[in-house]
């Protein structure tokens, strides 16, 4: 982003697979508004614990203080009069009405900056990403690196059996992939543990 708009609310969307650190992102730009003496306040779904319920973290353990919610609407009621710019990571999991909540809070005049995955393990899109993605002003994909080949990658493979969406917490169940290397149901581990988390 070359400058930022005057007097007017907008949304970015950092979207990407694991690993493509999307969270990291987010974190510097939060930082940075912090560092700026703007008002942020900082949420994510409180299914997300892998590392903190209150804080969000990256893989690399950058970290900052969050709030955990259940439902985007508490965004709304948890909002602070001064606050200027809201974060929001692992917005995926707050479902449709998260889209109507960062709009409204764009509308008012707030910087609204989520961070997500954008497919699923199936490489399907993560609703409400792609609705997300339509009605911001700014969009960064982010890529990882894929673990069997070393090209750019966009996709998570999943590397254990389960047939949730997503398996919440579970580090080493994912690893990155191209889409050449991604196969759309769970395989073995290609890569040792340390690698997958980069
Ligand atoms: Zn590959």
Redesign the pocket.
């Known amino acids: 982003m070359l400058g930022f708009p005057r007097n007017v609310g907008w949304i970015e969307v950092i979207c990407g697979s694991m690993f493509s650190g999307k969270t990291e992102e987010l974190i510097r730009r939060l930082k940075r508004a912090q560092i700026a003496q703007l008002k942020v306040q900082i949420f994510k779904p409180r299914l997300d614990d892998r590392y903190d319920t209150s804080r969000i973290c990256s893989h690399s353990d950058q970290r900052l203080e969050s709030v955990a919610i259940e439902r985007a609407e508490e965004i709304l009621r948890l909002l602070k009069p001064d606050t200027q710019v809201v974060g929001i990571d692992e917005v995926q999991f707050l479902g449709p009405e998260v889209v109507a909540v960062c709009e409204l809070l764009a509308q008012k005049g707030l910087r609204i900056i989520c961070a997500g995955l954008d497919q699923d393990y199936l490489g399907k899109p993560f609703e409400p990403m792609p609705q997300l993605l339509a009605i911001a002003e700014y969009i960064t994909k982010e890529l990882a690196i894929?673990v069997?080949?070393?090209?750019p990658?966009n996709r998570s493979q999943r590397i254990i059996s389960d047939s949730a969406r997503v398996v919440v917490g579970a580090a080493g169940a994912y690893e990155a992939?191209?889409r050449?290397?991604f196969v759309p149901e769970p395989v073995e581990a290609t890569a040792p543990q340390n690698l997958r988390l980069l």
Request: proline share 0%; net charge positive; glycine share 10%.
């Open positions: 894929c069997v080949c070393g090209n990658a992939r191209c050449k290397c």
